[in-house]
């Protein structure tokens, strides 16, 4: 483990948004790259859980906790500091590490938006009640968001047949997230 991060678990509701791309200035500062295009993840949370990278150079082994100072927008990255990264080297050997957040730390949603990680796993039915299957991912097209659901195969050759269903309100009519399910005005043979 680095010195500038106490060894810890993983918390059980973690989850990925971002990476250390590399260390910004000699003051300890390092860039961040968020996987989302609206970070507030990363701004709300003031302890980070990171790992090291999957590939490339591994500076450290098994998780470690990093408690920030502060993070930032500069020009079109994100710049952090946090306390025990007191200069340019320590932030290099950042480079690369996963950076995870709990679940728990997230804002509140508005009424009417979801997290994308609220979304995977759920089930999807229609109206009618046919079942499509699972929510395996989401994609930004642009102007809209579309689920990319995923059914269980027929049989034991049988592939699973992959559905795409925009996630705009002409075709969900309800998203319960404590039920894991998403019912939508969608047929089958669309």
């Known amino acids: 483990m680095l010195p500038c991060l106490e060894s810890t678990e993983l918390p059980v509701d973690a989850i990925e948004v971002g990476r250390i791309a590399d260390a910004w200035g000699i003051k300890g ?4 790259l968020p996987h989302s295009a609206d970070p507030e993840a990363l701004f709300s949370a003031r302890r980070w859980f990171l790992q090291p990278a999957t590939q490339g150079a591994r500076t450290f082994e098994g998780t470690g906790l990093l408690r920030l100072r502060e993070i930032k927008e500069h020009a079109d990255t994100l710049v952090a500091c946090a306390h025990d990264v007191p ?3 320590a932030a290099e050997a950042l480079k690369g590490a996963r950076i995870f957040v709990p679940r728990t730390s997230f804002p509140t949603a508005a009424e009417g938006e979801y997290y994308w990680v609220d979304l995977m796993g759920m089930s999807v039915v229609n109206r009618e009640g046919h079942g499509f299957g699972i929510v395996r991912e989401l994609l930004s097209t642009g102007p809209q968001t579309v689920l990319v659901i995923e059914s269980e195969p027929a049989g034991a050759e049988a592939k699973p047949v992959e559905t795409l269903i925009p996630f705009v309100s002409a075709f969900i009519d309800d998203v319960d ?12 043979d669309y």
């Open 29 to 32: 500062w390092f860039k961040v």
């Open 87 to 89: 200069d340019r080297n």
């Open 177 to 188: 997230l404590p039920s894991r399910r998403i019912t939508v005005d969608w047929q089958p």
